[in-house]
């Protein structure tokens, strides 16, 4: 609320005319006053009036005299800061904003401080350029706990010797958790740090530390914590941590025991995870022990860089005794709320070839587990071909298995990761089709839609088409289907096959004329497209065809297993005899002519 409020104000005088005599008023009273006033001039850009164009700022900035320790910053008490921004004239109102800015800073009032420092910048974007203003923003921020940010804020060249800005890395650099970087920039820091009162130096002392201790530096961070008092368990902690680094065990674990016993919540986690960590190191738990104590402790206390850090160390634990699961799963963890830095290419590549020997079909991994260990993994895959076999691989046994909505799910998923790569073609007749097979057409169109692009070659979009058209027979829209095939190399066979399973005699007869093999080319399928031409015939009475294909098939048939249905269903006869239809097409090859997409249009909808 503070923070609006300033907000408010700060952007109500840069709105207010250069001759608007409420620009020399007094301070309000409070600060609730001050918002109260402030509320007409803030909406001046709605009711026309123009906004004040405030003279650049960020070079004059630039060229004052750099803040290399804490006592540059500005000292101003909140009425006079307040007073001198009213007052201010349009020239002078950007400077009177730095100056409460830098007041607030060392005051340690760092959520303030940066939104005076965002009313400046939206009147001069160029102050992003000036060191001075990075600095302060790079200070705002770590107040607020924006490390990274902050980091950013404290990169410009101009700040990398600048003792206070060093200062201000430290911490930053502890807070994100690269505490080796932190200890970089002690040596740079000292000045600054030890420049400011014992009270104010604290903050800066802890990062210092434990860059300190993360470099093997542990007597130095000892003699830095003396600041400290010994019942100070934050200080404790890294007393801990300094004196297990040094070589002195046993006073480290005392240490951190006092830590977890007086501490608040997050001191006794980080306490209890180092000493879990130094317990290890002395082998006085075994590993096993070790991820026992960690996951307890990960089911008291989730986020930050404690659960990170017992993540690291648990999936460390684990490649150690090769357990494969459980490191699995910790790495699972780290990727999915942490994002690692650092090793993190190189432990991917590991879970990963993890991933793919449990997977593998001669693993022994039995299908529902392994089937699980995909799904509760599938983020940490290999993307592109590699990730396509080894979904590929896992699909064909749960489609083996008759398992086809698990199948289908696993595959979507490599498919949405795709995004618009043309290898989604392939895989998306893929899914569509196993979403045909779990009687659910409706997801097989879906999948086509959402995958459609106009990048695949024409085979691919024909293969789409072939399976779109099942999905719309298998809906009920037989016109749609019909349309669908429009131009695709078979669609006529896969049309008759449709009219075939309607029973729409004169259509199929029409479709399947196109298909009608050489008397030459009788293998089961091709045998199967004759005798269906010669139901759908005798069915309609269509003598004269019926006797023409007679005549151009009888050889053929009279050494194939068929020959007797094919004579049933062409001997001349002047009615329709259903008994003798009935018998031949139950001698008709079950081999589709369309080979799966007959099986497709067979499978029946739930």
């Given at each position: ?12 005088t ?7 005599p ?68 349009p ?5 009177a ?81 690269d505490?080796a ?22 903050p ?9 201790i ?15 008092g010994?019942?100070?368990?934050q200080?404790n ?12 065990p046993?006073?480290?674990?005392f240490?951190l ?25 002395l ?29 690291r160390?648990?999936?460390?634990l ?53 089937a ?21 691989r ?9 398992l086809?909505?698990r ?32 009687g ?14 106009a ?12 399976i ?33 399973r ?45 006797q ?21 269903l ?22 589709s ?10 499978v029946t909808?739930?």
């Open positions: 609320m503070r923070r609006l409020l300033i907000v408010a104000l700060l952007a109500s840069a709105a207010a005319p250069p001759n608007d409420t620009a020399d008023a007094a301070t309000p009273a409070d600060p609730a006053a001050a918002g109260t006033a402030a509320a007409p001039a803030t909406a001046a850009p709605e009711t026309g009036k123009a906004r004040v164009d405030l003279p650049p700022f960020a070079a004059v900035l630039a060229q004052m005299p750099t803040i290399t320790d804490s006592r540059a910053w500005p000292e101003l008490g909140e009425e006079e800061a307040w007073d001198a921004i009213i007052r201010a004239k020239e002078g109102r950007q400077m904003r730095w100056n409460y800015a830098g007041s607030l800073i060392r005051r340690g009032m760092g959520a303030q401080a940066l939104s005076v420092l965002e009313v400046m910048a939206q009147d001069d974007e160029d102050l992003a350029l000036a060191a001075p203003f990075q600095l302060a923003t790079g200070a705002a921020l770590v107040m607020i706990g924006h490390y990274k940010d902050a980091v950013e804020a404290l990169s410009l060249p101009e700040l990398e010797q600048n003792a206070e800005a060093c200062a201000w890395r430290v911490r930053a650099l502890a807070g994100t958790g505490t970087a932190a200890a970089r920039q002690i040596n740079c820091a000292v000045p600054a740090i030890n420049g400011r009162t014992p009270q104010d130096r604290k800066f002392t802890l990062a210092a530390a434990r860059g300190a993360a470099i093997g530096q542990g007597r130095p961070a000892i003699a830095w914590l003396k600041l400290f010994e019942q100070d368990a200080a902690v890294l007393r801990g941590k300094a004196l297990l680094a040094s070589g002195d046993a006073e480290g674990l240490r025991s006092r830590a977890e016993l007086s501490g608040a919540p997050e001191v006794r986690a980080e306490a209890k995870l180092a000493r879990i960590e130094g317990e290890l190191k082998h006085r738990i075994d590993p096993k022990e070790g991820i026992k104590q960690l996951e307890a402790l990960r089911y008291g206390w989730r986020g930050g860089m404690i659960e990170q850090g017992a993540l160390l648990e999936y460390q684990a490649q150690a005794e090769n357990d494969h699961r459980s490191a699995l799963r910790s790495a699972a963890t780290l990727f999915r709320y942490f994002r690692p830095d650092g090793d993190s290419a190189a432990m991917l590549k590991q879970i990963q070839g993890w991933l793919a020997e449990m997977l593998a079909p001669d693993s022994g991994t039995p299908l529902p587990e392994a699980g260990l995909y799904w509760d993994y599938k983020e940490l895959a290999p993307a592109g071909a590699e990730g396509d076999a080894l979904a590929l896992l699909a064909a046994r749960l489609e083996d298995a008759g086809y909505p199948a289908a799910e696993l595959l979507q998923y490599q498919l949405l990761q795709r995004r618009q790569d043309v290898a989604q073609g392939p895989l998306s007749v893929k899914v569509a089709t196993l979403f045909i097979l779990s659910d057409p409706v997801k097989a169109l879906d999948t086509l839609h959402a995958t459609e692009q990048n695949y070659s024409d085979g691919m979009r024909f293969d789409r088409k072939r779109e058209a099942v999905a719309l027979y298998k809906l009920g829209r037989e016109a749609a289907a019909m349309a669908a095939l429009d131009g695709v190399p078979g669609g006529a066979g896969v049309r008759s096959e449709i009219h075939w309607t029973r729409n005699w004169g259509s199929f007869i029409t479709e399947n004329e196109a298909t009608l093999p050489s008397p030459g080319a009788l293998n089961a399928p091709n045998q199967a497209i004759v005798l269906r031409q010669a139901v759908a015939l005798a069915m309609l009475n269509q003598e004269a065809k019926l023409a294909l007679r005549a151009r098939y009888a050889a053929a048939f009279k050494s194939l297993p068929s020959a007797q249905a094919f004579d049933l062409t001997q001349p006869s002047t009615s329709i005899d259903p008994a003798r239809i009935s018998k031949a097409m139950a001698a008709i090859p079950a081999a002519p369309t080979g799966m997409i007959g099986d497709l249009l067979d909808t739930s």
